[in-house]
C-alpha cells in the first residue's frame, strides 16, 4: 500500500483474516501443496527406487542412463524443469495438460533423483553379508532386494526421506510461476482481493515456518527411536 506522498505504508493489519478467508483461499491451495507433496513423495520414492537399483546393478547399460538422469535433475534449478515441463510436455503430446497436472509429474521426476540417491546410501549401508547369506539360500538379486535388503534400507534412510519430503513441501511454493494453485497462491489471491499483500505473505511465510519446523522436530524424535531400535 502506497502512502500519498510516495512512501510504503508499513501499518500492518491482519484484521481481515476470518475463517471464511481461509477457507476459501488458504485451505484450497494447501490441499493441493499437501496432495502434490504426497503423491511427489510416494512416486518420487519408486521412480528413485528404480534408479537406485539401475546404478548398484553393475551393468552399464542401466548404470549409465540412471547416472546421467540423476545427475542431470540434480544440476538443474527445479523452476527451470517446471517451466520446461509445463511448456515442452503439451507441445510434445499436442493438448495441454494443466498446471497441476504438470507440477505432479515434473516434481516426481525431479525428485525421484534425489531419493535415488538416498536409497542407494540405504541400500549400500546394507553389510554385505546379508545379501551373501540370502544368495546362499538360493534367493534371485530380486528377491534379496525384496525381501532383504530394501525394508532394512527403508528403515535406516527413513528420517532422511522424510526430511527431504519436508524440503518437497517447502519446494511446492515454486509452483506458482506456472499459475498452480498453491498455498502460497491462495495467501497470494487472499492479499490482493482485500488489498493486503504484505500481510498476506508475511502469513504465509510464518505458516510454512511453523509446518517445517513442526514436521522437523517429529523427524528429529523418530530418528532418536530409531536409533535407540538399533
Excluded at 64 to 90: D, E, H, Q
Excluded at 170 to 197: C, H, W
Amino acid at each position: 500500500m502506497v502512502r500519498p506522498e510516495g512512501g510504503i505504508d508499513m501499518n500492518l493489519d491482519f484484521s481481515f483474516y476470518n475463517w471464511d478467508l481461509i477457507s476459501n483461499f488458504v485451505l484450497k491451495g494447501l490441499y493441493f501443496s499437501l496432495i502434490l507433496t504426497l503423491v511427489a513423495t510416494i512416486g518420487g520414492v519408486l521412480f528413485g527406487t528404480v534408479l537406485a537399483l539401475m546404478r548398484l546393478s553393475g551393468k552399464k547399460w542401466l548404470d549409465v542412463p540412471a547416472t546421467i538422469y540423476v545427475n542431470g535433475m540434480r544440476s538443474i534449478p527445479l523452476v527451470m524443469v517446471i517451466l520446461w515441463f509445463f511448456l515442452l510436455v503439451p507441445a510434445i503430446i499436442g493438448r495441454p495438460i494443466g498446471a497441476e497436472v504438470s507440477a505432479v509429474i515434473t516434481f516426481i521426476a525431479f525428485e525421484a533423483a534425489y531419493f535415488s540417491e538416498i536409497m542407494r546410501a540405504g541400500i549400500q549401508s546394507i553389510p554385505r553379508g546379508q545379501v551373501y547369506a540370502g544368495q546362499a539360500l538360493g534367493m534371485t538379486y530380486g528377491q534379496n532386494m525384496k525381501l532383504v535388503v530394501l525394508p532394512q534400507a527403508f528403515r535406516n534412510m527413513l528420517p532422511v526421506l522424510l526430511t527431504q519430503t519436508i524440503i518437497l513441501f517447502q519446494d511446492t511454493s515454486l509452483v506458482y510461476a506456472i499459475g498452480a494453485y498453491d498455498m502460497l497462491k491462495g495467501f497470494e489471491v487472499a492479499g490482493k482481493n482485500f488489498g493486503r499483500p504484505i500481510e498476506a505473505y508475511l502469513a504465509a511465510a510464518v505458516l510454512y515456518f511453523v509446518m517445517c519446523y513442526a514436521l522437523s522436530w517429529m523427524v528429529k524424535r523418530l530418528h532418536q527411536k530409531i536409533a535407540i531400535i538399533r
